[in-house]
């Protein structure tokens, strides 16, 4: 009977021992880092501090916290499925489909960390 135990034990770790491995398939290679693409397609609207620009009805983006903006850049890639009410990122939403078959997609956590760090004016 202990064998039978010992036996079905090591086949359960064996069966499970590559539950949790992602295949290396789903690794995401971006083209532009996160201020290249700040720089090329943020900056217009966002400004050079993430101050906004008011012109372009671009918001202020350098008060918001990491998860503020992760949950604003989310509903940008994500065509409004996160917290607009499809009125704040109308033009990005359109937008963001052509920016990222021109490679300017991103990872949506970097790239708050790269705007938080770089441009928060409440630290």
Do not use: R, W
């Not at 993430?50 to 918001?59: D, F, L, Q, S, Y």
């Not at 963001?96 to 630290?123: C, P, Q, R, V, W």
């Amino acid at each position: 009977m202990k064998k039978m135990n010992l036996a079905l034990c090591l086949m359960a770790l064996v069966v499970l021992s590559g539950c949790g491995d992602k295949p290396k398939s789903d690794v995401v290679t971006y083209k532009y880092t996160p201020e290249q693409v700040y720089k090329e397609t943020c900056l217009h609207c966002h400004g050079p501090k993430g101050e906004g620009v008011a012109e372009k009805k671009g918001p202020a983006i350098n008060k918001q916290t990491i998860q503020e903006l992760e949950m604003s850049l989310f509903d940008i890639k994500n065509g409004g499925l996160g917290q607009s009410t499809a009125t704040e990122h109308d033009v990005m939403e359109h937008n963001m489909k052509k920016l990222a078959e021109k490679g300017y997609d991103y990872d949506i956590k970097m790239m708050a960390t790269y705007i938080h760090n770089t441009f928060n004016i409440t630290k």
